[in-house]
């Protein structure tokens, strides 16, 4: 592939406001435009939500990724963009997803989603493993 693949791995906190059914109709938008956008640039990755955060994966092409990561970060729906991991790679984590969305579970499970992403903003460089392996449990439970 030109240039190689790249991926991002960040964190960030979810500035959206209203009910939790404006929060549903503003992610499945963001989902709409990352889906169709990402498709054509041979990007992929995941995207978790919950009330308080987002954590999300890009992969592709570096060019691609660092332009979409700049727009991202300017994005006003969430703040606080924190890297967790950054760097080529041999291979896509989620090469099936023009952009996955990650259900976080809605039983005591989600108080360690929680507990992990705040870990993730105090600690960024010790947290990417964690938060990828996260990531992937979560999307094959959520199958
Ligand atoms: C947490 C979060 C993740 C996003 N992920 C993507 C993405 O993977 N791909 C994408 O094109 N836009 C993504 N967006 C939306 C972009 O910030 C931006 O609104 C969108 O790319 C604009 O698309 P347009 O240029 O086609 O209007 C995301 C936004 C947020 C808040």
Redesign the pocket.
């Known amino acids: 592939m030109n240039g190689g693949l790249f991926k991002i791995l960040y964190c960030?906190r979810n500035y959206i406001e209203g009910e939790q059914a404006q929060q549903d109709a503003e992610i499945s938008q963001?989902l709409h435009?990352?889906?169709?956008?990402?498709s054509r640039q041979s990007?992929t990755?995941a995207?978790l939500?919950n009330s308080g955060f987002?954590a999300?994966v890009?992969e592709g092409p570096r060019p691609a990724i660092e332009k979409?990561f700049e727009?991202?970060q300017?994005?006003p729906?969430?703040g606080d963009v924190t890297v967790l991991d950054s760097g080529n790679a041999a291979t896509r984590d989620f090469p099936e997803w023009a952009?996955a969305h990650v259900q976080t579970p809605s039983d005591v499970h989600a108080c360690g989603v929680t507990a992990a992403l705040d870990q993730a903003f105090l600690n960024p460089g010790e947290s990417g493993r964690d938060v990828l392996t996260l990531l992937r449990t979560l999307l094959v439970q959520g199958d």
């Open positions: 960030s963001i435009t990352a889906r169709a956008n990402n990007i990755g995207l939500f987002f999300q890009l979409l727009k991202i300017c994005d729906r969430h952009m």
